[in-house]
């Protein structure tokens, strides 16, 4: 019922940026969090950051607090990770989820907490 569908990707420069949009439908009029995950090699899918469906509060994770920064734009549907200071361990997959919250609040900050997923958005850094 949901779809998300996320692009963006491409190759970059260690050092360099990546903004990475993933663009949601469905029932968006109701309280929907997002978050951004990365898969770089084999099964587990690593969390990056969340942000709650008002976009007042976000997380991330320590490998990369204050160089990503998440935001949406509920009007347009989308949500988007502003990615500079790139390195090359940041090369992988990037996946964004969504997932109904019972609060606007509310930043999911693991795997199982969402449902809903994009197809992934390859990302990769040279070094």
């Known amino acids: 019922q949901v779809q998300l569908v996320d692009s963006g990707g491409g190759l970059v420069q260690a050092g360099g940026s990546l903004r990475l949009s993933c663009a949601y439908s469905?029932?968006?009029?109701?309280?929907?969090?997002m978050g951004w995950f990365r898969q770089a090699a084999g099964p587990e899918r690593e969390f990056v950051a969340a942000?709650?469906?008002?976009?007042?509060?976000?997380y991330y994770a320590d490998s990369v607090k204050g160089r990503f920064t998440i935001s949406r734009d509920n009007a347009k549907n989308t949500v988007y990770l502003q990615m500079n200071m790139l390195k090359p361990e940041d090369t992988a997959i990037y996946y964004c989820?969504?997932?109904?919250?019972?609060?606007?609040?509310?930043?999911?900050?693991?795997?199982?907490?969402?449902?809903?997923w994009g197809q992934g958005t390859q990302v990769t850094v040279s070094s």
């Open positions: 989820a969504a997932d109904y919250v019972g609060s606007p609040s509310f930043v999911p900050r693991r795997r199982y907490q969402y449902n809903y």
């Open positions: 469905g029932r968006t009029i109701s309280n929907y969090a």
């Open positions: 942000i709650s469906w008002n976009g007042g509060n976000t």
